[in-house]
């Protein structure tokens, strides 16, 4: 299996702050990562696929980059409806794989 | 609008079966393009792929669990189901349906709001 490690875990950060969150596969994906946003109650939805690619209707706020093993989410100026957990994963190879998720909360 | 609602019993006992189904709205299962799937989120850890199932029949699972586990799919009621056997209560978890390929690279698109299943006497 292709173990996804994300980081950091948690994150405290104010609205208008640029936040980055960053993902490594254990081997090569090329470009298959995907970034999800989680709020409780909820299921996850979908930000960026590809990489880089972003949703439809997702805030240009939002973007990704990276390739290979390396890959990271930034999120330009932070919204009060951005305070989440974010998840990273990978759709290279079945079984498909999550990172653990970093949990962004206010400061 | 693309909508999936994720149903079953709440609370199963030991050694029996988990049984969950997916109901889709707003696209047909037999349009074909995309896969189905099932997640789960253990509690207090993150996500985890459980398998998917695409229009064709064709089926994957995550090795762990491929032993205990089945997708199907129910065209005629626009439905999909998990059946995961033989549970404890390492299974307790909240379970997710999301449709995931199409145009989006192998990602998940559109996903439940999910449900959680106890395991428990």
């Known amino acids: 299996d292709i173990q996804m490690t994300q980081s950091p875990s948690s994150l405290s950060a104010s609205v208008g702050d640029r936040v980055t969150i960053t993902c490594r596969a254990s081997q090569s994906i090329t470009s298959y990562l995907n970034w999800y946003q989680h709020k409780p109650g909820k299921g996850p939805k979908l930000l960026i696929y590809?990489?880089?690619r972003l949703q439809s209707g997702v805030p240009s706020r939002f973007s990704g980059s990276g390739s290979g093993t390396d890959f990271t989410l930034t999120i330009s100026s932070l919204q009060p409806e951005d305070f989440a957990t974010y998840f990273c994963?990978?759709?290279?190879?079945?079984?498909?794989?999550f990172g653990r998720g970093t949990k962004l909360e206010i400061k | 609008q693309v909508q999936l609602q994720e149903s079953g019993p709440g609370l199963v006992k030991p050694s029996q079966t988990l049984s969950l189904t997916c109901t889709v709205s707003?696209?047909?299962?037999?349009?074909?393009?995309?896969?189905w799937s099932w997640i789960r989120q253990l509690p207090g850890k993150g996500l985890e792929w459980i398998g998917y199932?695409?229009?064709?029949?064709?089926?994957d699972y995550t090795p762990s669990l491929k032993s205990r586990v089945t997708v199907s799919v129910d065209t005629p009621k626009n439905q999909f189901s998990l059946r995961l056997s033989s549970v404890t209560a390492a299974d307790t978890a909240v379970y997710y349906c999301?449709?995931?390929?199409?145009?989006?690279?192998?990602?998940?698109?559109?996903w439940g709001q999910g449900t959680t299943v106890t395991v428990s006497s």
């Open positions: 999301a449709r995931g390929g199409g145009t989006v690279y192998y990602a998940m698109d559109v």
């Open positions: 707003g696209v047909s299962i037999s349009s074909g393009g995309h896969y």
């Open positions: 199932i695409y229009y064709s029949g064709n089926a």
């Open positions: 994963q990978q759709s290279y190879s079945t079984p498909y794989t």
């Open positions: 590809a990489a880089s």
